[in-house]
């Protein structure tokens, strides 16, 4: 019974340490820094804001971990142009205020790869918590959204 017991112990360690993880990390030179990470549990929102290169407008994609990708739900924008969804195959566009939004865009992802910009304010929330990766990394730095 007690060779049982410490078996189980020790299997729920191996599995407490071996939880996947979704993790926000900065990519410099050669070396990988791990901003943070939460469980990587189904249903966890994962927010992009940044503000567009060319219309100088926000963006905002709303994005889910599904248990295996991240899945785009939808983008809102206040301008139409280049690089932003409008196509009726993209999904279900609709008006809402000063928004555009395409929604039931259903993009699945296995990593996301970001990179700051001049103006972008690139803004990445995962579950709840907010990180203004614009203040914090000079443009050009390349920001890594994955599950290990």
Do not use: C
Not at 72 to 80: D, M
Not at 129 to 144: R, S
């Amino acid at each position: 019974m007690q060779k049982f017991l410490i078996a189980i112990i020790l299997v729920l360690i191996i599995f407490k340490f071996t939880e996947e993880k979704i993790y926000i990390a900065v990519e410099t030179g050669n070396s990988t820094e791990i901003i943070t990470s939460v469980a990587a549990v189904k249903g966890t929102p994962l927010v992009i804001n940044f503000i567009h290169s060319v219309q100088k407008t926000p963006v905002i994609e709303e994005l889910e971990f599904d248990g295996e990708n991240f899945i785009l739900l939808r983008t809102k924008y206040k301008s139409q142009g280049v690089g932003l969804p409008f196509m009726e195959s993209d999904g279900k566009f609709y008006r809402d205020g000063d928004w555009f939004i395409m929604d039931d865009m259903n993009r699945r992802f296995k990593n996301l790869q970001l990179r700051t910009g001049v103006g972008t304010n690139l803004t990445v929330t995962l579950n709840g918590q907010e990180f203004k990766l614009y203040e914090k990394f000079p443009a050009g730095t390349k920001i890594l959204i994955d599950v290990k």
